[in-house]
């Protein structure tokens, strides 16, 4: 009996809240083992993983140093809220998730548009908010189209070329608001991929892109038929494959050198509150101030005008102080044209 109890003491913290890795480069080295990961540092993790550093260093046995000159050209982070964990195929790598508290990725993307602000790199941000789907952040201009208003959503996911055509619905529901949630979320992942796979060339560049998404449909699905219902195990399974699927999608879309991991996560200790900006005002209106808090942009040819000024004033400077030093020092008698001149001409006179 006493076996049983420190079993069901620690069952809890076995089948809780998990962070997942379902694929990832060689040059990111994710060690296999049941290290758990508090659930603020999960940003950070991120970070690292990409090349950039961190204010306080990472004790974490689960993330290995890798190749420190071949980071990844994207990371894709999909939190899932309202399941502990998701059956995930085998080969995929998995740690627990303690301390579930909200966590954004807005460090990361700061340190993106900090080191490559010449360039376009690709920022996308989806979370939940009272319009069920917003963007945040600032995201690539291909992006614009993208749904992004429960509105927006259901005219997508009743056109022909919508997942709707193609996914296995079973016990789920076209004419129920809550199942259109989780479906158009998933559309959502599978435009974002597929606007990705028309516009290769951002895949292509030099420049990290970041993608960071929040699932919030399979919650509600929970809440509305409970989670013993037939609906909540089908909208499972069906997020599990078209999880998996939108991983080996985004990876291959980026050579093989892009990291997607999955958090599930049963529900936040404290609800996070943050400042929304749907990606269409990003072209249509301007920002006042600087939206990221950096520095001034500098042209490329900011350090050849630079040093041509430096060392023109320089030059200027020392051809003062020789060409003062020699007039302070001139004997008028010798060295001054118009007096020798002048004598000349007094003695031939």
Same mark, same amino acid.
Do not use: C
């Given at each position: 009996?006493?076996?049983?109890?420190?079993?069901?003491?620690?069952?809890?913290?076995?089948?809780?809240?998990?962070?997942?890795?379902?694929?990832?480069?060689?040059?990111?080295?994710?060690?296999?083992?049941?290290?758990?990961?508090?659930?603020?540092?999960?940003?950070? !993790?991120?970070?690292?993983?990409?090349?950039?550093?961190?204010?306080?260093?990472?004790?974490?046995?689960?993330?290995?140093?890798?190749?420190?000159?071949?980071?990844?050209?994207?990371?894709?982070?999909?939190?899932?809220?309202?399941?502990?964990?998701?059956?995930?195929?085998?080969?995929?790598?998995?740690?627990?998730?303690? $301390?579930?508290?909200?966590?954004?990725?807005?460090?990361?993307?700061?340190?993106?548009?900090?080191?490559?602000?010449?360039?376009?790199?690709?920022?996308?941000?989806?979370?939940?908010?009272?319009?069920?789907? #917003?963007?945040?952040?600032?995201?690539?201009?291909?992006?614009?189209?993208?749904? !992004?208003?429960?509105?927006?959503?259901? $005219?997508?996911? #009743?056109?022909?070329?919508?997942?709707?055509?193609?996914?296995?619905?079973?016990?789920?529901?076209?004419?129920?608001?809550?199942?259109?949630?989780?479906?158009?979320?998933?559309?959502?992942?599978?435009?974002?991929?597929?606007?990705?796979?028309?516009?290769?060339?951002?895949?292509?560049?030099?420049?990290?892109?970041?993608?960071?998404?929040?699932?919030?449909?399979?919650?509600?699905?929970?809440?509305?038929?409970?989670?013993?219902?037939?609906?909540?195990?089908?909208?499972?399974?069906?997020?599990?494959?078209?999880?998996?699927?939108?991983?080996?999608?985004?990876?291959?879309? #980026?050579?093989?050198?892009?990291?997607?991991?999955? !958090? @599930?996560?049963?529900?936040?200790?404290?609800?996070?509150?943050?400042? @929304?900006? @749907?990606?269409?005002? @990003?072209?249509?209106?301007?920002?006042?101030?600087?939206?990221?808090?950096?520095?001034?942009?500098?042209?490329? $040819?900011?350090?050849?005008?630079? $040093?041509? !000024?430096?060392?023109?004033?320089?030059?200027?400077?020392?051809?003062?102080?020789?060409?003062?030093?020699?007039?302070?020092?001139?004997?008028?008698?010798?060295?001054?044209?118009?007096?020798?001149?002048?004598?000349?001409?007094?003695?031939?006179?």
């Amino acid at each position: 009996m006493a076996a049983l109890a420190l079993l069901a003491l620690l069952l809890p913290g076995v089948l809780g809240n998990e962070f997942s890795v379902l694929r990832s480069p060689e040059s990111v080295v994710f060690r296999d083992g049941k290290w758990p990961i508090p659930g603020d540092r999960i940003p950070d !993790v991120a970070a690292l993983s990409m090349g950039f550093s961190v204010e306080e260093d990472l004790s974490w046995p689960g993330l290995a140093v890798g190749n420190l000159f071949l980071r990844p050209r994207a990371t894709v982070l999909v939190t899932v809220k309202g399941v502990d964990s998701l059956a995930l195929l085998k080969n995929v790598v998995s740690y627990p998730l303690e $301390n579930a508290v909200p966590f954004s990725l807005d460090s990361v993307a700061n340190s993106i548009h900090t080191f490559f602000s010449e360039e376009t790199p690709v920022v996308l941000q989806l979370a939940p908010s009272e319009e069920r789907v #917003y963007m945040v952040g600032k995201a690539n201009a291909v992006f614009e189209d993208l749904s !992004v208003t429960l509105r927006q959503l259901r $005219n997508r996911l #009743y056109q022909d070329n919508s997942i709707l055509s193609s996914l296995p619905l079973n016990s789920l529901s076209r004419n129920n608001d809550v199942d259109l949630l989780f479906l158009s979320e998933l559309q959502v992942l599978h435009d974002i991929s597929n606007l990705l796979s028309r516009h290769k060339h951002l895949a292509k560049d030099h420049s990290p892109d970041l993608y960071s998404l929040e699932l919030a449909g399979l919650d509600e699905i929970g809440k509305r038929y409970g989670e013993d219902s037939q609906q909540f195990k089908d909208a499972s399974q069906i997020l599990t494959d078209f999880l998996q699927k939108f991983a080996d999608e985004m990876y291959n879309l #980026y050579g093989g050198n892009a990291v997607v991991e999955v !958090v @599930t996560v049963k529900a936040f200790d404290t609800p996070l509150v943050r400042k @929304t900006r @749907t990606v269409l005002q @990003t072209k249509s209106k301007a920002v006042k101030g600087n939206l990221y808090n950096l520095a001034h942009r500098y042209s490329a $040819n900011y350090a050849v005008v630079f $040093n041509i !000024v430096l060392w023109l004033m320089l030059g200027i400077a020392l051809a003062v102080i020789i060409i003062s030093y020699g007039l302070w020092n001139i004997d008028p008698g010798y060295d001054g044209i118009v007096y020798r001149m002048t004598n000349q001409k007094i003695r031939m006179d």
